[in-house]
């Protein structure tokens, strides 16, 4: 194994790790939320420091492969998707962590109503499917997987905007903080969604050289 090789190998586990840490985060974030687990979301918060210095580890490991090794063609085009998924990742991580500031920012839980009017179950549902076929995607090198993404972005999109006209036609003004704090969420759940879908993009760009993002629609 020559030295680029062996770069190319341990880049790839550190993102593997980060997957795995920010799929742990989401998976906490959503028990915080439905348990109304203060502790839990003190923890996705302390966690978030440990995913922002592997962020940066990533980051320089990328830019150390760049500048001694000039990499090419495939080895190229993994080095440049991993340090784009690497900031995706991290984003989903502070997505997490936003939605649990908001669980520690309330008194007592969100109104179960309009919790299930905004259909959060079913986001929180289709965020982690999302990450769990990106990790596969990733791991297998499956185009195919990756793609099952794009469909599923597209549901989460669809809730969410019914979702917040539910909650605009029931409003309470006695549950003002609880509604905003909800919308709040569902939003970052949408995001979640799009930086996921941005991912599975890279991974088929890094797998097949095929820049989905920028192909016009048939």
């Known amino acids: 194994m020559t030295q680029i090789e062996q770069e190319i190998k341990e880049l790839r586990q550190e993102l593997l790790n980060m997957f795995i840490a920010v ?17 839990i979301a003190y923890e ?3 966690t978030e420091k440990r995913i922002n210095a592997l962020e940066l580890k990533i980051d320089r ?3 150390n ?6 990499p090419v063609a495939v080895d190229l085009r993994f080095v440049l998707s991993v340090y784009k998924i690497n900031h995706e990742l991290e984003r989903i ?7 649990c500031k908001y ?11 309009a919790v299930e009017d905004v259909r959060i179950a079913e ?9 769990e076929d990106v990790i596969v995607a990733f791991e297998n ?35 003002a903080k609880s509604l905003f704090f909800l919308l709040s969420c569902v939003r970052k759940l949408e995001r979640a969604g799009d930086l996921n879908k941005n991912i599975a993009e890279e991974l088929i760009f890094s797998i097949e050289s095929n820049v989905v993002k920028h192909q016009k629609k048939k």
Request: glycine fraction near 4%; aromatic fraction near 10%; include cysteine.
């Open 61 to 63: 490991d990328c830019e």
């Open 93 to 99: 991580a502070d997505i997490a962590e936003g939605i």
């Open 103 to 113: 669980i520690n920012g309330l008194s007592k839980p969100f109104p179960s109503k």
């Open 141 to 175: 090198e499956d185009t195919t997987i990756a793609r099952k993404v794009f469909k599923k972005d597209e549901l989460l999109n669809e809730i969410n905007e019914g979702g917040s006209s539910n909650i605009i036609k029931n409003y309470n003004e006695k549950d």
């Open 65 to 70: 492969i760049l500048a001694l090794y000039s």
């Open 123 to 131: 986001m929180f549902i289709h965020c982690k499917s999302m990450l």
């Open 44 to 46: 996705v918060y302390n």
């Open 23 to 39: 799929n742990k985060q989401l998976l906490k974030t959503e028990k915080a939320f439905f348990d109304f687990d203060k502790d």
